[in-house]
């Protein structure tokens, strides 16, 4: 199991928060945007290392935040742990249901990365009404059905 564990400041500006990267992640990891499980005030999640033309770091999404009952701005220990399972999100039935009855939806749908995937679920699962989650149900298969295909390698 490979881990890296340092102190660093958890940064927050214009709403946005962050975990800065004290080292290397390709040297670590082997690669810059590695799959990783954080620990930080005793929460754990899971994140992929960002690398957007500056230094590396872990998006630090407010849920997170709230989770680990941090706001930003403090210092403290992080452990970074390389993820090596599976990030699979399971979509609920009526997702699924209405993704399959709109061609190409489900076959778009299948080449989301988790993340994206992990974004519409939580949409829908976030919703305190039923007509918000049936918006919200309708928008992302929409969404997802223009999705233009995702050429494969072979493809290339």
Request: aromatic fraction near 10%.
């Amino acid at each position: 199991m490979i881990t890296r564990t340092f102190t660093t400041t958890i940064f927050h500006k214009d709403g946005m928060c962050w975990i800065p990267l004290g080292f290397d992640p390709k040297s670590v990891f082997g690669t810059i945007r590695a799959p990783v499980k954080v620990t930080l005030n005793g929460y754990t999640f899971r994140s992929t290392i960002a690398a957007m033309g500056g230094p590396p770091f872990i998006p630090f999404r407010k849920s997170n935040r709230e989770a680990a009952g941090l706001k930003g701005g403090e210092r403290l220990a992080v452990r970074f742990e390389l993820d090596t399972e599976k990030r699979v999100v399971k979509p609920p039935a009526d997702f699924v249901k209405a993704l399959k009855a709109a061609p190409p939806a489900w076959e778009r749908w299948q080449e989301l990365s988790y993340t994206f995937k992990r974004e519409h679920v939580e949409a829908l699962a976030g919703a305190k009404k039923p007509e918000t989650r049936a918006r919200r149900l309708a928008n992302s298969v929409e969404a997802i059905r223009q999705r233009p295909e995702r050429k494969r390698k072979s493809q290339q």
